[in-house]
T-cell receptor
Framework: KQEVTQIPAALSVPEGENLVLNCSFT??????LQWFRQDPGKGLTSLLL?????REQTSGRLNASLDKSSGRSTLYIAASQPGDSATYLC??????????????FGGGTRLMVKP | ETGVTQTPRHLVMGMTNKKSLKCEQH?????MYWYKQSAKKPLELMFV???????ENNSVPSRFSPECPNSSHLFLHLHTLQPEDSALYLC?????????????FGPGTRLTVT
């Protein structure tokens, strides 16, 4: 059974800092990995999707890397802003326990960027 | 706006009530999902419909009953729920097929069971 872990669970940084969020998964047989953002009480917004054959994806100030063999992904946020404050979730898609395609989520990192 | 809408946004129901959650996607996708987000727990997949066929039922109690009448609409029928079922219920959609592809989420329905 796939397990996804995100470290740290919470992070508070001053505005302008570059920061790294970590995600690890136990089963490397994945199709892709997605990073999401969730604002309080809201749904999820997809930030980046990395296919299993890719090493990284970039969108604006966000850069996500994937090392499938070691079961790790990082989300790098450059020059953080107060508007980046949210919970960041990573999720991997794969097939486990003959259950068909499944997206398994980590517990999230709650980010607070202080002005 | 992600192209996925959910109604109602908030719902309070008693344990003996019957209610339904509705999800609609305007993205031309063929796969739809129900997720449950409880406090202090990772997001949990409940049901998957791929081309209107239910392909996943992640050991969800029978008091939750999904319905997918077409590829644009997904319902979650609720009856005789328990207080521990209080959570944020999220709907998502994706292209579908062998790999589900990037998932787009709705805003969620905040459910409180009293």
């Amino acid at each position: 059974k796939q397990e996804v872990t995100q470290i740290p669970a919470a992070l508070s940084v001053p505005e302008g800092e570059n920061l790294v969020l970590n995600c690890s998964f136990t089963d490397s047989a994945i199709y892709n990995l997605q990073w999401f953002r969730q604002d309080p009480g809201k749904g999820l917004t997809s930030l980046l999707l990395i296919q299993s054959s890719q090493r990284e994806q970039t969108s604006g100030r966000l850069n996500a890397s994937l090392d499938k063999s070691s079961g790790r992904s990082t989300l790098y946020i450059a020059a953080s802003q107060p508007g980046d404050s949210a919970t960041y979730l990573c999720a991997v898609e794969g097939v486990w326990d003959n259950a068909g395609n499944m997206l398994t989520f980590g517990g999230g990192t709650r980010l607070m960027v202080k002005p | 706006e992600t192209g996925v809408t959910q109604t109602p946004r908030h719902l309070v129901m008693g344990m003996t009530n019957k209610k339904s959650l509705k999800c609609e996607q305007h993205l031309g996708h063929n796969a739809m999902y129900w997720y449950k987000q409880s406090a202090k727990k990772p997001l949990e997949l409940m049901f998957v419909y791929n081309f209107k066929e239910q392909t996943e039922n992640n050991s969800v109690p029978s008091r939750f009953s999904p319905e997918c009448p077409n590829s644009s609409h997904l319902f979650l029928h609720l009856h005789t729920l328990q207080p521990e079922d209080s959570a944020l219920y999220l709907c998502a959609s994706s292209q579908g097929g062998v790999q589900t592809g990037e998932q787009y989420f709705g805003p969620g329905t905040r459910l409180t069971v009293t």
